[in-house]
C-alpha cells in the first residue's frame, strides 16, 4: 500500500483507513506510535483498551480527546517549560 503525504490544517499525514480497519481500528481509538530514526519506519499499534472509571463517560472521554487533539503542538511546548 503506497499513499502520498497530504497536509492536514498545520501538520502532516497519510490516509490508511483501510490498513485500520483491518487491525479494528476506527475513529476515537488511541495508537502507540513507534518511530525509529534509523530505519525510517513508524510503526502504528492498537493501544490496550481500557474500562472507564465509574461517573466518567464516553462522551466526557470524546471531549478531553477532541481538545487534545485541537491543541496538541500548544500541549507539546507547555510540556517543555
Do not use: C, H, W
Amino acid at each position: 500500500m503506497e499513499r502520498k503525504v497530504a497536509k492536514f490544517g498545520n501538520s502532516l499525514g497519510v490516509t490508511m483507513t483501510d490498513a485500520l480497519k483491518k487491525i479494528g481500528l476506527d475513529q476515537g481509538d488511541l495508537v502507540q506510535i513507534e518511530v525509529n530514526e534509523s530505519t525510517g519506519e513508524i510503526i502504528l499499534k492498537r493501544s490496550a483498551r481500557i474500562q472507564l472509571p465509574e461517573g466518567i463517560d464516553q462522551a466526557f472521554m470524546n471531549s478531553l480527546a477532541e481538545a487534545i487533539s485541537q491543541y496538541d503542538q500548544t500541549l507539546e511546548r507547555l510540556k517543555d517549560r
